[in-house]
Each structure stands twice: as structure tokens, then as C-alpha cells.
């Protein structure tokens, strides 16, 4: 691209900036937007041009007071944060001489070249104030996406959960070593929904039981009002417990292959869970000659979690015997896991580009690369593209 060429672009992102000011409609689609595909590649700062912020302004309003006179300002700082864990740039002071030398990512991100903040702004933006907002940045952009995908007509209601390992820097002290994985570091236990948005995570330690993460998840998403109609897990999360926090404190339906060991739990036989209930006869809740789904949910708030648990890991026995539509669809979701833990390594960094030593930043570093994938994510669906949407290809 010519200097002409550079000085054309610039005057139509001004104008393009001017008049979505003038109409004040944020949802205003540009028919300049371009989805990176293999014939035309689209430079990383250019596609993040077209990412609207202002459903953040809640959450950046707690670290920026002030923020309705500093609004584009702040929109610049996330931006190059996201365009720094998509561009594998693994330090500030690497992205800031970008912004310093490149004038075109920095206009294309919403800074004014002539005018750029000091590096000292930018670190405190991003090691101090949204090292502590991150999650809730996260959570809010989950929330923007499911509101979109929804008026797109589709939903986010099947997920499927799976741990991934975050390896430590070498000599990192506060690393601690697992025999099952053969490393030291820590892990990720992520829910990721099938159209492979990042729903939900939780930092864990490398020898963490993953399944007490299950329920956690269940409950960000109701927090930020997403029910999963179902969700596949391997067999290290279907304990009873699990299973009846699934069923019946969210009505999530859970997908598991059943594990050789497991025998028959008579305790979930209707006729025991109808014996377990009669028990609570003097109950002011208990009704005779009630539904078994009422039984269930009785005893699953009387915290009777074996008997609910067991009735439906029976259930969910015999279904995968019978189906195997079921069993394809598990074991599908179990593949997906695996290439898409891969596909988080590989294409933005994720343990690979760690910045430092200590669980602190391995942990911000993988939450900002799942956010930066989400981001991409979001981005597609303001300008009404709803397929592939975490996929990197082709950003240059």
C-alpha cells in the first residue's frame, strides 16, 4: 500500500467515525467491515476498527470515573490489548513501539498517532487496572455475545467442559508438578459453548480436582443469564453431586461416557428415591403420591445428592447403550475439546508466551487470550458474520 493509499484510508476511517457520531447509532453496520478469508487476509488493527465498546462502559466506568471524557481513549487500551495476544507481541513496550512507528494500527485501534499516550498510562491500563476488572471485562462480554447471538436467532445452550494445562515458565518456584501431566505449572478448567465461544473459566492448580469447577461454571452462566440445555464432560466430573447440581439446580442436562467401574446404583431405582421421600413425611413441602421429578427435586434441596445423582447416571447408562446417536454426539464433544485445546496453544499463545514467572500472570495471560478470542468473536457478530467465529485465520 502506497503513501496515497495509507492517507485515503485514514480520511475514510475519519469519516466513517464522524458520521456514526452524527447518527448516534452504535448498531449501524459498515459495508467496509471484511471477514479475514484466505483470498483476501485482513491486518489484525483493521479488524479490530470495527469493534464497538460501549457495552463495556459499565465496567470501565469502575476503573475510569471520568470515563464519558475519556470514552475513545479507553476503547484505544483495550483494543491494543487484544491486538497484542492476537499478534503473539508478548511485552507492552514491544506493542507501544508499534503504536509509536506503525500510524496506521494506532489510528485503526482509536489512538491519535500524534498524540499517544505515555507508555507509563498504557502499563497501568493493563497490569494494574484491567489485571483487576478482568473478569468481570470477560463475563460482560459473554453476556454481549449471548444478547447477539440471540437476535441472530441462535442460542448458547450446549457447552462442553474440559481442563487444559497452563506449563510454567522454567525455574518458576511457584510452579508445582503433576505426575499425570509430566509438567509443572498450573491448569485452565474451561467451558467452551459448540460454537466454540469461551463461556466460563476457573484457575485452578495443576492437581486441582477439575470437578469441583463444574458447578462453579453453572453458576457464572446463570449469573449473566445463560442456561446450557446440556453439557459434555468427561469422566472425571460425573460425581453424583455434579450430576444432581446439573439436573436440578440448573437443568443442564450433563453428557458423560459411562466409566467401566460403574455398577447399578439401586439407590437411584424410582422405587428407593420414592422410600428416601417418604422419610420426610412430616416436611411442610412433602405431598403424597407426587412426580418422580418432584421427588427429585425435594431430595436434591434436602441435599440427598447420592439418590438424586445416582437416578440420573442410571438413566444416562442406559440411554448410551441404546443410543448411539448419543454416543457419537459425546464422543464428538470430547474430539472437539481436544482440537480445541490445541487450537488455543497454538494460535494465540496461550502457555507458550506466558510474559513472566508466577501464577498471577499465568493466569491473567490465559484469561487475555481467551478474552482476545471471544473479542474476535464479537466483532463478527456486530457486523453480522455468525459462522467460525473464534477463528484466527487469516488475521495478518
Same mark, same amino acid.
Given at each position: 500500500?502506497?503513501?496515497?493509499?495509507?492517507?485515503?484510508?485514514?480520511?475514510?476511517?475519519?469519516?466513517?467515525?464522524?458520521?456514526?457520531?452524527?447518527?448516534?447509532?452504535?448498531?449501524?453496520?459498515?459495508?467496509?467491515?471484511?471477514?479475514?478469508?484466505?483470498?483476501?487476509?485482513?491486518?489484525?488493527?483493521?479488524?479490530?476498527?470495527?469493534?464497538?465498546?460501549?457495552?463495556?462502559?459499565?465496567?470501565?466506568?469502575?476503573?475510569?470515573?471520568?470515563?464519558?471524557?475519556?470514552?475513545?481513549?479507553?476503547?484505544?487500551?483495550?483494543?491494543?490489548?487484544?491486538?497484542?495476544?492476537?499478534?503473539?507481541?508478548?511485552?507492552?513496550?514491544?506493542?507501544?513501539?508499534?503504536?509509536?512507528?506503525?500510524?496506521?494500527?494506532?489510528?485503526?485501534?482509536?489512538?491519535?498517532?500524534?498524540?499517544? =499516550? /505515555? &507508555? !507509563?498510562? @498504557?502499563?497501568?491500563?493493563?497490569?494494574?487496572?484491567?489485571?483487576?476488572?478482568?473478569? #468481570?471485562?470477560?463475563?460482560?462480554?459473554?453476556?454481549?455475545?449471548?444478547?447477539?447471538?440471540?437476535?441472530?436467532?441462535?442460542?448458547?445452550?450446549?457447552?462442553?467442559?474440559?481442563?487444559?494445562?497452563?506449563?510454567?515458565?522454567?525455574?518458576?518456584?511457584?510452579?508445582?508438578?503433576?505426575?499425570?501431566?509430566?509438567?509443572?505449572?498450573?491448569?485452565?478448567?474451561?467451558?467452551?459453548?459448540?460454537?466454540?465461544?469461551?463461556?466460563?473459566?476457573?484457575?485452578?492448580?495443576?492437581?486441582?480436582?477439575?470437578?469441583?469447577?463444574?458447578?462453579?461454571?453453572?453458576?457464572?452462566?446463570?449469573?449473566?443469564?445463560?442456561?446450557?440445555?446440556?453439557?459434555?464432560?468427561?469422566?472425571?466430573? =460425573? /460425581? &453424583? !453431586?455434579? @450430576?444432581?447440581?446439573?439436573?436440578?439446580?440448573?437443568?443442564?442436562?450433563?453428557?458423560? #461416557?459411562?466409566?467401566?467401574?460403574?455398577?447399578?446404583?439401586?439407590?437411584?431405582?424410582?422405587?428407593?428415591?420414592?422410600?428416601?421421600?417418604?422419610?420426610?413425611?412430616?416436611?411442610?413441602?412433602?405431598?403424597?403420591?407426587?412426580?418422580?421429578?418432584?421427588?427429585?427435586?425435594?431430595?436434591?434441596?434436602?441435599?440427598?445428592?447420592?439418590?438424586?445423582?445416582?437416578?440420573?447416571?442410571?438413566?444416562?447408562?442406559?440411554?448410551?447403550?441404546?443410543?448411539?446417536?448419543?454416543?457419537?454426539?459425546?464422543?464428538?464433544?470430547?474430539?472437539?475439546?481436544?482440537?480445541?485445546?490445541?487450537?488455543?496453544?497454538?494460535?494465540?499463545?496461550?502457555?507458550?508466551?506466558?510474559?513472566?514467572?508466577?501464577?498471577?500472570?499465568?493466569?491473567?495471560?490465559?484469561?487475555?487470550?481467551?478474552?482476545?478470542?471471544?473479542?474476535?468473536?464479537?466483532?463478527?457478530?456486530?457486523?453480522?458474520?455468525?459462522?467460525?467465529?473464534?477463528?484466527?485465520?487469516?488475521?495478518?
Amino acid at each position: 500500500m502506497g503513501w496515497d493509499d495509507i492517507q485515503i484510508d485514514r480520511l475514510i476511517k475519519i469519516h466513517r467515525k464522524n458520521l456514526e457520531k452524527e447518527m448516534g447509532n452504535i448498531e449501524n453496520q459498515f459495508p467496509l467491515f471484511k471477514n479475514p478469508t484466505e483470498a483476501n487476509p485482513v491486518e489484525t488493527s483493521e479488524f479490530l476498527s470495527h469493534l464497538n465498546l460501549e457495552f463495556l462502559d459499565m465496567v470501565l466506568k469502575e476503573m475510569f470515573p471520568r470515563l464519558e471524557h475519556i470514552k475513545p481513549k479507553v476503547y484505544a487500551r483495550v483494543r491494543l490489548t487484544i491486538f497484542m495476544k492476537l499478534r503473539g507481541i508478548r511485552n507492552l513496550k514491544e506493542g507501544y513501539r508499534i503504536l509509536q512507528t506503525n500510524p496506521m494500527v494506532a489510528e485503526n485501534l482509536g489512538f491519535y498517532p500524534d498524540n499517544l =499516550p /505515555s &507508555y !507509563e498510562t @498504557i502499563r497501568h491500563f493493563v497490569n494494574d487496572l484491567l489485571a483487576e476488572k478482568v473478569d #468481570k471485562v470477560f463475563y460482560r462480554v459473554v453476556e454481549e455475545m449471548d444478547r447477539r447471538m440471540k437476535n441472530k436467532g441462535e442460542k448458547l445452550e450446549k457447552g462442553r467442559e474440559d481442563a487444559t494445562v497452563i506449563t510454567a515458565k522454567r525455574n518458576d518456584d511457584e510452579a508445582v508438578y503433576s505426575g499425570y501431566y509430566k509438567t509443572k505449572g498450573w491448569k485452565k478448567d474451561l467451558l467452551v459453548s459448540k460454537q466454540g465461544i469461551f463461556l466460563s473459566y476457573k484457575d485452578m492448580g495443576i492437581n486441582d480436582d477439575e470437578g469441583n469447577a463444574l458447578p462453579y461454571h453453572l453458576q457464572k452462566l446463570k449469573e449473566v443469564g445463560i442456561n446450557l440445555d446440556s453439557l459434555t464432560v468427561d469422566g472425571g466430573y =460425573p /460425581s &453424583y !453431586e455434579n @450430576i444432581a447440581i446439573s439436573h436440578c439446580g440448573y437443568q443442564t442436562n450433563l453428557l458423560y #461416557k459411562p466409566q467401566k467401574h460403574w455398577v447399578h446404583n439401586e439407590k437411584g431405582s424410582p422405587r428407593k428415591i420414592r422410600e428416601r421421600y417418604s422419610r420426610y413425611w412430616k416436611d411442610e413441602w412433602y405431598k403424597p403420591d407426587e412426580t418422580i421429578e418432584y421427588e427429585l427435586q425435594f431430595l436434591y434441596k434436602r441435599g440427598e445428592h447420592e439418590y438424586v445423582g445416582a437416578y440420573f447416571r442410571n438413566l444416562q447408562v442406559k440411554k448410551y447403550e441404546a443410543s448411539e446417536e448419543l454416543r457419537k454426539e459425546i464422543t464428538r464433544g470430547r474430539n472437539e475439546n481436544e482440537g480445541f485445546n490445541s487450537y488455543l496453544k497454538q494460535h494465540v499463545g496461550f502457555e507458550s508466551e506466558l510474559p513472566r514467572k508466577g501464577k498471577k500472570e499465568a493466569f491473567f495471560h490465559t484469561t487475555l487470550c481467551l478474552l482476545a478470542l471471544n473479542i474476535v468473536a464479537l466483532t463478527r457478530l456486530q457486523n453480522g458474520i455468525t459462522e467460525n467465529l473464534t477463528s484466527v485465520a487469516y488475521l495478518a
